[in-house]
């Protein structure tokens, strides 16, 4: 059972009925409205009854893919699948809310390949008929480059299966690979608006035979750095073509958004963003700001995989090298490193060969690692809603993690609001280097000694870490069990009990 918000038709009535202009969007009502209208909607989602799991066959998958998905380890759909996969291979626009790790990517993604696999060009797609030159049928938009290659392989496995082309357009890689495959001609973008925008104007791509768009992170897409850009992607595509919107938390501005570019859609809640808390320890340390980089050093010796959230490229880079030349493998991922750097830091961090991983909130929009157990707000959030996507790094497919936040003594009514804000309580000790509470972070519990040494390696270069690992290398082959080397592939990741994680 569905939710719409802001009716504006039939829930039977066909797509080409839609009551949308071809030439512009419909005006919007004013933000707060929609907001309003948009969280009862979510709230009266979130009062159904959980869905009953069944299975992919149950909610009409064609059996390729239903296969497909089987070999991957994934036997059944998860929560937000089974209640927006029937609506959405309806047709109908949908609105989807779920806990990150929560099985979003194939909420929408399987909508899409069924969609396209059924077109002109036959049940299985194979003959390629519909697949014309610089003119995708599906858009998946993203808002970081991370976010596009996960997106990406999660899904090429299930399009080759369905006789599907799946293209990643993101900045950091060369426009002639991108443009070539587009040449070529694509089923499915999935891309970053400003790369994107960038081959519309070289005139390597157009979006007028796109049947079907999808945001994904949609409240960071619709926030104020993204709005004009995907308003202006979503004008390109054809007004009657279906939208799906997928997010942790939707705010922001994504209710306008709706108003604007959905028409009675299904809006399916599955979990609140504070749902994950539960399973996490919330800590702060007051601390003094020359105190900072020693007590993150300290933290990130701890035998675990850490990652760290800052605010600026600069800041990131910055205490990589600091935690590097005080004996801790570091590494940075930010938006100023080349893609090949990025994939290597991910690569590196996500099996294990590097321990600690500083990001900015951008770049870390593509970092899905179950085994990171304590996430540090080494500078403070935005907001609350940013405090929960940073939280929801760690204590992902049902494990317990820790987050901590180090705050200066001015901060800490600003972070108590955040606290409030997000439904949270946490410990608040001061503390200095040397703490007890700093020392005893290691997961074991046992002091941790950091070791300084020379920066001959740094973390935010993006190299891959050489000597000195030797006691991760366990860890490492753990973290890497399932996993193909450098990809995670539609069936690596995340998730519970057998099933894949990252989908």
């Given amino acids: 059972m569905s939710r719409s918000f802001a009716p504006r038709r039939s829930a039977s009535a066909g797509r080409s ?32 009854d ?72 036959g049940a299985d797609g194979r003959d390629g008929a519909a697949r014309r030159p610089k003119a995708p049928r599906a858009l998946v938009l993203v808002p970081s480059r991370e976010l596009a290659l996960q997106v990406t392989a999660n899904l090429a496995p299930l399009a080759e299966v369905l006789g599907l082309r799946v293209a990643t357009v993101v900045g950091g890689q060369a426009y002639g690979r991108q443009i070539d495959a587009l040449t070529r001609g694509v089923d499915v973008v999935v891309a970053t608006p400003g790369r994107l925008i960038d081959l519309i104007e070289r005139k390597s791509c157009r979006l007028d035979s796109v049947e079907i768009t999808t945001l994904d992170e949609a409240d960071y897409m619709a926030d104020l750095g993204f709005l004009p850009v995907v308003k202006q992607l979503l004008d390109m595509t054809p007004a ?45 340390f007051v601390v003094r700001g020359d105190h900072k980089s020693k007590i993150a050093a300290e933290v990130a010796a701890r035998p675990a995989r850490t990652l760290f959230f800052v605010r600026t490229k600069h800041g ?18 930010h938006g100023n490193l080349t893609q090949g750097a990025r994939q290597r830091v991910m690569a590196d961090f996500t099996d294990g060969r590097t321990r600690v991983l500083v990001a900015t909130d951008v770049a870390a929009r593509g970092v899905h ?64 280097p040397g703490h007890d509470a700093v020392l005893t972070m290691g997961a074991s519990g046992a002091p941790i000694v950091v070791r300084p040494r020379a920066a001959s390696h740094t973390g935010a270069s993006g190299s891959r870490p050489g000597a000195g690992r030797r006691g991760q290398s366990r860890q490492g082959r753990q973290g890497r069990q399932g996993r193909s080397a450098g990809s995670a592939g539609f069936a690596a990741g995340t998730g519970s009990s057998g099933r894949s994680r990252h989908h």
Wanted: glycine share 6%; no cysteine.
């Fill in 17 to 48: 009925n839609r009551p949308r202009s071809t030439s512009s969007p419909r005006p919007s009502r004013p933000a707060t409205t929609a907001q309003t209208a948009l969280d009862a909607a979510l709230d009266a989602s979130l009062a159904l």
């Fill in 50 to 121: 959980p869905p009953a799991l069944g299975s992919f066959a149950d909610l009409g998958l064609p059996a390729p893919l239903i296969e497909a998905l089987r070999r991957g380890g994934i036997e059944r759909p998860f929560a937000i699948q089974t209640r927006a996969l029937p609506d959405a291979l309806a047709g109908r626009d949908v609105l989807g809310r779920a806990a990150t790790g929560s099985g979003k990517t194939l909420a929408f993604g399987l909508p899409i390949l069924t969609r396209l696999a059924a077109g002109p060009s």
């Fill in 240 to 284: 009657h073509s279906q939208r799906l919107l997928f997010s942790a938390t939707l705010d922001r501005g994504v209710a306008g958004l709706v108003e604007t570019y959905l028409t009675d859609p299904a809006v399916h809640a599955v979990a609140a963003a504070q749902a994950t808390i539960s399973s996490m320890s919330h800590r702060v």
């Fill in 316 to 333: 990131a880079d910055r205490l990589a090298k600091q935690l590097t030349v005080s004996g801790v493998d570091a590494a940075a991922l």
């Fill in 369 to 432: 690692v179950d085994d990171v157990d304590l996430v540090v707000h080494y500078d403070p959030p935005a907001d609350h809603k940013d405090y929960l996507h940073r939280s929801g790094r760690t204590a992902r497919a049902g494990s317990a993690g820790t987050v901590v936040a180090f705050v200066q003594a001015a901060e800490m009514s600003t972070m108590r609001r955040l606290h409030r804000d997000a439904n949270v309580e946490a410990l608040v000790e001061s503390v200095s």
